[in-house]
Nanobody, 122 residues
Framework: QVQLVESGGGLVQAGGSLRLSCAASGRTFSSYAMGWFRQAPGKEREFVATINWNGGSTYYAESVKGRFTISRDNAKNTVSLQMSSLKPEDTGVYYC???????????????WGQGTQVTVSS
């Protein structure tokens, strides 16, 4: 079992940067794939990024590739999402997610945080 708590959301101007963090509890964190999803107003939740259990492999949605970077620190039980060159269309609630898979999170991950709001103004 893994509990996830996000932080770091806020309001930023287009072109700016923001870093989201996710604190995980549970002894199995270091063996889980982790990731981020987001949900824009009026839209379905969508995949953003995922990282494998040891941080050696990452995968991104095309819409954020080259602008976002996912990382993890297993010693601190944390996952981060560094977001740069933000666009208004990046606005939404960002969720930290986890799965017992070691490689990448599933389309519907097993574990979710409560979400943190990111708003990008134009």
């Amino acid at each position: 079992q893994v509990q996830l708590v996000e932080s770091g959301g806020g309001l930023v101007q287009a072109g700016g940067s923001l870093r989201l963090s996710c604190a995980a509890s549970g002894r199995t964190f270091s063996s889980y794939a982790m990731g981020w999803f987001r949900q824009a107003p009026g839209k379905e939740r969508e995949f953003v990024a995922t990282i494998n259990w040891n941080g050696g492999s990452t995968y991104y949605a095309e819409s954020v590739k080259g602008r976002f970077t996912i990382s993890r620190d297993n010693a601190k039980n944390t996952v981060s999402l560094q977001m740069s060159s933000l666009k208004p269309e990046d606005t939404g609630v960002y969720y930290c997610v986890g799965d017992s898979s070691r490689t990448k999170v599933a389309a519907t991950p097993a574990y979710w945080g409560q979400g943190t709001q990111v708003t990008v103004s134009s």
